[in-house]
Antibody
Framework: QLQLQESGPGLVKPSETLSLTCTVS??????????WGWIRQPPGKGLEWIGS???????YYNPSLKSRVTISVDTSKNQFSLKLSSVTAADTAVYYC???????????????WGQGTLVTVSS | DIQMTQSPSSLSASVGDRVTITCRAS??????LNWYQQKPGKAPKLLIYAASSLQSGVPSRFSGSGSGTDFTLTISSLQPEDFATYYC?????????FGQGTRLDIK
């Protein structure tokens, strides 16, 4: 059974870079059928897709965050990572990683998801 | 970006009720519509993909329908474990976007 687990600091200072890693277990990140994505949810609010990466390194980003986001993949460790630069309080959220199903060139649904990790931006 | 609007934003219902949640897209998205259930403190769980396909392991009381701009999630007979928040997601174009959520409470 595929599982994803987020890890990283729970507190980041304003203007600094948020860094998270998602470790995939029970399956290979190098599957041709999937991208691997990041989604966030501010406390009490809805879901926002951040971006997704293929095992080859091909990425898609949300244009609203693209200037600050970098997603990378390490197939040897079965991990992918998120960096979000110049963070503000508005970036405080639960950050989820998820397997992003694809068919052809279409990116579709997320399943499964990691349990999520709360990142607070505060000095 | 394609905007997804769910209605209602919140809903109170009783065990055994039939419940319908609506999701409307700001432009046609064909059948590129997915539904998730989220319980407090937990990650979203995929229920329905491609508008009407039931994810493996999801009870058959959940069903989805629609195409184009208007979609529905129906729970045929509410169970205690169904009280949660439900989100729709369009995967027709990048960026993928979610509805604001529908909170389903016990009446």
């Amino acid at each position: 059974q595929l599982q994803l687990q987020e890890s990283g600091p729970g507190l980041v200072k304003p203007s600094e870079t948020l860094s998270l890693t998602c470790t995939v277990s029970g399956g290979s990140i190098s599957s041709s059928s999937y991208y691997w994505g990041w989604i966030r949810q501010p406390p009490g609010k809805g879901l926002e897709w951040i971006g997704s990466i293929y095992y080859s390194g091909s990425t898609y980003y949300n244009p609203s965050l693209k200037s600050r986001v970098t997603i990378s993949v390490d197939t040897s460790k079965n991990q992918f990572s998120l960096k979000l630069s110049s963070v503000t309080a508005a970036d405080t959220a639960v950050y989820y990683c998820g397997r992003h199903h694809k068919s052809g060139y279409d990116l579709n649904w997320f399943d499964p998801w990691g349990q999520g990790t709360l990142v607070t931006v505060s000095s | 970006d394609i905007q997804m609007t769910q209605s209602p934003s919140s809903l109170s219902a009783s065990v055994g009720d039939r419940v319908t949640i609506t999701c409307r897209a700001s432009q046609s998205i064909s059948s590129y519509l997915n539904w998730y259930q989220q319980k407090p403190g937990k990650a979203p769980k995929l229920l329905i993909y491609a508008a009407s396909s039931l994810q493996s392991g999801v009870p058959s009381r959940f069903s989805g329908s629609g195409s184009g701009t208007d979609f529905t999630l129906t729970i045929s007979s509410l169970q205690p474990e169904d009280f949660a928040t439900y989100y729709c997601q369009q995967s027709y174009s990048t960026p993928s976007t979610f509805g604001q959520g529908t909170r389903l409470d016990i009446k």
